[in-house]
Structure formats: C-alpha cells, structure tokens
C-alpha cells in the first residue's frame, strides 16, 4: 500500500501561484510515476501534470502548459505542483496519484494504483 498526502492548496487571486506538495509513504519503492489531477463541480477528473521517478522527466498537457509544472524530491517522496497564472477555471480538488505502470503519461486513471484525499484550490477573480 502507498498512502499519499497533498497539501498546499487554498485560496488565491487570478493571477496567483500556489504550490501543492505530495507526500508518498508506504510501498514506495515500485513507484513508476506520480502525476496530479483535478476535479471541478460537475465535471470530469482531470490529468494536470506528471513525473517519472527516476528521470524526473514530465509530461504537462496544453491545457495548462506554461503554467503549471511538476518536480519531485526523491528524497523526501514528495512531489509538486507549481501553478502559476492562476485563473478560476484553475479552481478544482486537485490530486495526486501513482502508478506503477509505463503508461502514466497517458493519463488515463487505470494505469494509476492509488490516490491522495486531494487539495482544493480556489482562484478568485
């Protein structure tokens, strides 16, 4: 089992940043990637940002390319969501997520093991 802990979230103006961190625990050695996600009010879950563990390589998608970008620490099993430019479009639950599969930059949820209780984020305009 991998438990995993977002903090950072909270309110901000338009035009904002915030950072979000994600704390991994647990069965954390066959951790393959770990991405955040986001769910606004009546819409779909959301793939934000991802990070491959050992590379540290990344995958942003063009909805929030330029804005937002994803680090991790290995060190302290912690990953991050940097959001610059926030708009409250932006104003979601966001959360983190891990997979153990090579097809995480796909984003599609069922290549990911467990997830976090998430963050909100609210971007005032």
């Known amino acids: 089992q991998v438990q995993l802990v977002e903090s950072g979230g909270g309110l901000v103006q338009t035009g904002g940043s915030l950072r979000l961190s994600c704390a991994a625990s647990g069965r954390t050695f066959s951790t393959y990637a770990m991405s955040w996600f986001r769910q606004a009010p009546g819409k779909e879950r959301e793939f934000v940002a991802a990070i491959k563990w050992r590379s540290g390589s990344t995958t942003i998608p063009d909805t929030v390319k330029g804005r937002f970008s994803i680090s991790r620490d290995t060190t302290k099993n912690t990953v991050y969501l940097q959001m610059n430019s926030l708009k409250p479009e932006d104003t979601a639950l966001y959360y983190c997520?891990?997979?153990?599969?090579?097809?995480?930059?796909?984003?599609?949820?069922?290549?990911?093991?467990?997830w976090g209780q998430g963050t909100q984020v609210t971007v005032s305009s």
């Open positions: 997520a891990s997979s153990v599969s090579p097809l995480y930059y796909t984003g599609e949820f069922r290549f990911y093991n467990y």
